[in-house]
């Protein structure tokens, strides 16, 4: 099934109780914070059903139409769908949004994966599993993904500070859980589910904790907060800020007041075996449509840089051009990364077909990590004239747009509006709130750097390695008594 866009409107129009910046959200739909993304999410929903994304967006199966996103991975081919579709969706927006669904989806096939092993430790919310994993693909929900926890002082445990600094469940009534705590979650306050379970924790040598709880959330649930952090859409002009007026995704702190979690909708509870499987196999999947998205900040990184050269003419200084090559090789390190990761794809545990993790889990880590330094080498390239032209008004104002038309034209080809146009886009992307957000949610909202390289370690195939040098080096059979197993069913890591 696929839905339209204004279903989807009608679904997250229930009445919740959303903040932002001291004040209650009466009409999510048309605040100027959330519109631009509730916007963007029903753009993609529509998308779905018009003649000329039709064919990319979705495919058939048993007779229904679901979304490409949505559909559990195969093969390569599968792969190669998903990436049209997601390249589509930012060609539509003409920017990058990451939490629409694409991106987190993939946390539920890893709950496929590991399906059999949490049945093992509790065969009780097997049924619970199956029919969440179903509808994720057939009920065609916006679905995000809840991981983090405020914490609190990560020197106590939990018990000995405010316990509600981790989510955790204080109750059980013959209908459910009851849970208390909080999550950030992007996205959240107008999104249909997330999926809940701990964050990455040391559970000791404790085999049961009522913090290990793993289950989906229907937003539109009793009790529930969702406090947002201020936007950047509505703040300035389009004209002069156009991305975060386009694309502004809202990051939330939902707060869980004693909120009723039913039976039905657990997938593990106090089993801490259950939540480190879950944990450490999270991003098997997902880290591909998050890296993605970097390959096309990449590109608006180098089309800002170039038509900025090109328009002052300096495009042909080979100083410049070795600044632009160095821009392409990120881009196309990160490209070849997931190409690569595609081609040389693994079986999972559950049979799905996973992007080599190896390469996976090293092009999140070049893609994240390289990212500050090529923004400010674009940052570079574009010039001090990016933070010091003036608004889109002045350029409007009887006085002073004459004066600005005359100093922003610089020859017959380039016209001041496009001068300025350009110089906004890249304050835009590279030096506004928006832009400092960008870096941050590419450094974080996956997963934090120690635990990228955490998920590489565990991915890499270093009896290789060892092997190169024991042969070159003439070393004796006796001085590697363990070789370094490569889990897959434990491959990956999360936040
Ligand atoms: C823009 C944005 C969007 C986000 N969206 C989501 C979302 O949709 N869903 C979600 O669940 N979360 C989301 N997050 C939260 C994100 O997952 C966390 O910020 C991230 O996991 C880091 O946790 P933290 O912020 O508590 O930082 P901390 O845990 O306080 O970590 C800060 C730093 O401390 C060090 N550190 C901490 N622990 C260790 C350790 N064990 N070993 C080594 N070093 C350590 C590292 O240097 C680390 O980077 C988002 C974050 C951002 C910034």
Redesign the pocket.
């Known amino acids: 099934m696929i839905r339209t866009g204004d279903e989807y409107r009608y679904s997250i129009n229930t009445g919740r109780d959303i903040w932002i910046d001291g004040e209650k959200v009466e009409d999510i739909l048309n605040h100027p914070v959330f519109k631009p993304a509730i916007d963007v999410r029903a753009r993609i929903y529509d998308m779905a059903h018009e003649d000329k994304t039709r064919s990319i967006m979705t495919y058939e199966a048993d007779g229904e139409t679901n979304s490409i996103a949505h559909k559990r991975p195969y093969s390569e081919q599968d792969w190669l769908d998903k990436r049209r579709a997601v390249e589509a969706v930012l060609d539509d927006v003409k920017g990058v949004v990451t ?1 629409v669904g694409d991106a ?1 989806i993939g946390e539920m096939w890893s709950l496929y994966d590991g399906r059999d092993v949490l049945n093992e430790v509790n065969p009780a919310y097997a049924d619970n599993i199956s029919r969440h994993l179903d509808d994720a693909v057939t009920a065609d929900l916006f679905q ?8 609190g002082d ?1 020197s106590r445990p939990p018990h000995e500070q405010d316990p509600d600094m981790l989510l955790h469940a204080v109750a059980e009534t013959p209908r459910g859980i009851i849970v208390r705590g909080a ?6 306050a107008y999104a249909n589910r997330a999926f809940v379970k701990p ?2 924790a ?1 559970w000791g040598n404790s085999e049961l904790s009522e913090y290990a709880l793993g289950f989906s959330l229907d937003m539109n649930t009793p009790g529930l907060k969702f406090i947002c952090r201020s936007g950047f859409a509505g703040r300035q002009k389009p004209e002069d800020y156009p991305l975060s007026n386009r694309v502004d995704e809202v ?1 939330t702190l939902v707060v869980f007041d004693d909120v009723e979690i039913p039976w039905e909708d657990v997938f593990f509870y106090q089993h801490t075996k259950a939540a480190t499987y879950i944990r450490q196999t999270l991003h098997r999947y997902s880290a591909y449509p998050f890296v993605l998205r970097v390959i096309r900040l990449a590109d608006m990184l180098i089309g800002t840089a170039l038509w900025n050269v090109k328009q002052t003419g300096l495009d042909k200084v080979p100083a410049v051009q070795e600044k632009l090559a160095r821009l392409a090789c990120y881009r196309e390190g990160i490209h070849a990364h997931l190409t690569a990761a595609v081609k040389l794809g693994e079986t999972s545990p559950g049979g799905l077909y996973m992007p080599n993790q190896s390469l996976l889990y090293s092009g999140r880590i070049l893609a994240s990590s390289q990212l500050p330094e090529m923004m400010h080498l674009a940052r570079e390239l574009c010039g001090g004239q990016m933070v010091l032209t003036p608004d889109y008004a002045s350029f409007q104002h009887p006085e002073t747009g004459p004066w600005l038309n005359k100093f922003y034209s610089v020859n017959e080809n380039w016209v001041a509006e496009d001068r300025r146009r350009l110089l906004a886009y890249a304050r835009d992307l590279l030096n506004s709130d928006y832009a400092g ?1 960008r870096v ?2 590419q ?9 990228n390289s955490d998920a590489l370690y565990r991915s890499f195939d270093w009896n290789h390695s060892l092997d190169v040098v024991k042969e070159a080096a003439g070393l004796s059979d006796n001085i590697l008594p363990e070789r370094y197993a490569k889990d897959l069913a434990l491959s990956g890591a999360g ?1």
């Open positions: 939490r987190t995000v993904s809840a991981n983090t926890d405020p914490k990560r999550k950030y979650e992007t996205a959240a964050t990455i040391n990051d957000h941050t949610f450094l974080f909202a996956q997963s934090p750097p120690f635990a936040a």
